[in-house]
């Protein structure tokens, strides 16, 4: 239901699936886009469909429904993950190795709370830029056939 699925998947019909995501650490992260193409779309379709999601949040910004429903979601998974002893544990491992702070799992929700829809204009216009882009499309291989062929 994001405004990147949304556009892509339902309105353009370009992508089977997409996603977006972040994957922070102490030093610079990765913030990534996957998107599945829908048939017969080609990767550069989808990569400008793509660019044209993010330029639009650079330039309008985010609502704060958008931003709400980002914020439920990341405390929704915070608890998930913490549902049994070995996930905890596991996010206590993770986050010691990303961000030396053991305690993250347990105060990220307040810093995630108070982030602000001007903050994400302001870190999508500093950080999802082009010169920032490493793209890599996966093509499959065609299947054999009973010729041994492909």
């Not at 913490?82 to 305690?103: C, F, K, Q, Y």
């Not at 709370?113 to 093509?139: F, P, Q």
Request: with cysteine; hydrophobic share 40%.
């Amino acid at each position: 239901s994001s405004r990147l699925y949304r556009d892509l998947v339902y309105d353009k019909q370009i992508a089977a699936s997409v996603s977006a995501s972040n994957d922070s650490r102490l030093d610079p992260g990765l913030f990534t886009f996957q998107a599945q193409l829908q048939l017969p779309h080609a990767a550069a379709e989808c990569e400008s469909a793509i660019y044209g999601v993010v330029e639009a949040v650079k330039s309008q910004g985010i609502t704060e429904r958008e931003l709400q429903k980002a914020k439920n979601q990341l405390a929704a998974r915070a608890v998930y993950q913490r549902e049994r002893v070995s996930g905890l544990a596991t996010n206590i491992g993770v986050d010691w190795v990303v961000s030396h702070d053991p305690g993250r799992p347990f105060t990220s929700a307040t810093k995630f709370d108070a982030v602000t829809a001007d903050d994400v204009l302001r870190v999508a216009k500093k950080y999802l830029v082009k010169t920032n882009l490493s793209m890599l499309t996966l093509v499959p291989a065609k299947p054999a056939t009973a010729g041994g062929k492909k």
